[in-house]
């Protein structure tokens, strides 16, 4: 599966941005799909995810602040990013995880997100 994401940028802290990400593949054989981030010097962490049934899963640190959706009929997943931090700072990756069994993973190449304060 091949991911292509896009809408990353520079930013004021207090703004929004909206992220978007193309799966090459059916999103209705995906299970997952979901947006990780990686700041200088630190790990990646899962920001959000939107699961196939429905359910959502985001990070505390951007709960109520990040809302994420997929669009099946054009596989695609989005994130839409309000209020943003400084903290928010980033390489974002789309990521999608298949149903086939077992499960596979796959990651877009990253998407540069700076907010300035």
């Known amino acids: 599966v091949q991911l292509q994401a896009s809408g990353g940028g520079l930013v004021q802290a207090g703004g929004s941005l909206r992220l978007s990400c193309v799966a090459s593949?059916?999103?209705?054989?995906?299970?997952?799909m979901g947006w990780y981030r990686q700041a200088p010097g630190k790990q990646r962490e899962l920001v959000a995810r939107?699961?196939?049934?429905?359910?959502?899963d985001y990070a505390d640190s951007v709960k109520g602040r990040f809302t994420i959706s997929r669009v099946n009929s054009r596989n695609t997943v989005y994130l839409q990013m309000n209020g943003l931090k400084p903290e928010d700072t980033g390489v974002y990756y789309c990521?999608?995880?298949?149903?086939?069994?077992?499960?596979?993973?796959?990651w877009g190449q990253g998407t540069q997100v700076t907010v300035s304060s």
């Open positions: 990521n999608v995880v298949t149903m086939t069994v077992p499960p596979a993973n796959y």
């Open positions: 593949r059916s999103a209705r054989s995906l299970d997952e």
């Open positions: 939107v699961f196939s049934v429905g359910g959502t």
